[in-house]
């Protein structure tokens, strides 16, 4: 997915919340403020959306000095998605479809995204999740996957949304290989969010090796790349994986939130569905 005009203020928009988040310094933030528009004048539009943002981070990162100002976010999403797990685990069981139920939370847990949006209400949407239908939804499809499938490549996305990942792990009786991001960015999911969460007691955990907020696959690591291409199926969460593996060929299923009218468009332009922002899919990859 390329990026477009329309990406623009949502840059500036996620500069300004993270140069709060950063430092207390109106005049970092003016400085943050007046650099990032100097960089975002020189934007590539030919890249996708998070490849575009990456360097913005970074540059808020050098000027602020603070290198994760999204770390206490990060850790009161992981505890408050812990405390919400094992009532929806409960009503995963009581399900006739578990897996399914397992992915619409799953899905619902995707809101929890400090970069598409700040004000989010996780315990409503989650209090919601069992009455609400996928706008797309291509679950009899991947049912007919998994059932050839062996090896399952997972992208995590946020941290306290693994939480619901590993909720639908429980259901998969397969080899699985759960991705997260190489590097502080946004409120993405590291390697310590997964453990604290509890995935490296479920699965393998890997590095995709990036500070992008997506799986831009010429960025990522020879390991990750490799686990990618072996993968029987992939199953890809959240709207950053989505825009960097929308064009890509491969056995991939999209689940997220859509939080964007470009995502939304995107969508309907590669797959002649149309979709809404708040809508939850399950998409089979179109490439």
Do not use: W
């Not at 139920?101 to 949407?125: E, P, Q, V």
């Not at 997506?214 to 790349?225: A, I, M």
Request: charged share 25%; with cysteine.
């Amino acid at each position: 997915m390329l990026t477009y005009l329309d990406c623009m203020p949502c840059f500036l928009k996620q500069a300004l919340y993270t140069a709060r988040l950063s430092t207390s310094s109106l005049q970092v933030q003016e400085e943050i403020m007046a650099r990032t528009a100097g960089l975002l004048s020189k934007l590539d539009f030919s890249r996708t959306p998070p490849e575009n943002a990456t360097p913005v981070y970074e540059l808020i990162a050098e000027i602020s000095g603070c290198k994760d100002p999204f770390a206490e976010l990060k850790k009161e999403s992981n505890q408050l998605a812990l405390d919400l797990q094992e009532n929806i685990r409960d009503i995963i069981k009581q399900s006739d479809v578990p897996l399914f139920t397992a992915i619409k939370y799953s899905i619902a847990g995707n809101i929890i995204d400090y970069g598409a949006h700040h004000d989010f209400d996780i315990l409503d949407t989650i209090n919601k999740c069992s009455t609400r239908e996928l706008a797309l939804n291509d679950y009899e499809k991947l049912c007919e996957d998994l059932n050839t499938a062996k090896k399952i490549l997972y992208l995590g996305d946020n941290s306290g949304e693994v939480a619901f990942d590993s909720l639908v792990i429980e259901q998969l009786d397969h080899q699985i290989l759960f991705a997260v991001r190489g590097k502080p960015i946004i409120n993405d999911a590291l390697l310590e969010d997964a453990q604290f969460c509890g995935l490296d007691r479920q699965c393998e955990i890997i590095s995709n090796g990036t500070n992008c907020p997506g799986t831009p696959l010429s960025r990522c690591s020879t390991e990750f790349r490799e686990a990618f291409n072996q993968a029987d199926l992939i199953i890809s969460k959240g709207q950053g994986n989505f825009e960097t593996l929308s064009e890509v060929r491969a056995p991939i299923y999209f689940l997220l939130s859509v939080k964007c009218p470009v995502v939304a468009r995107h969508i309907f332009e590669n797959t002649g569905r149309a979709v809404e922002n708040g809508d939850m899919i399950l998409l089979k990859a179109t490439a």
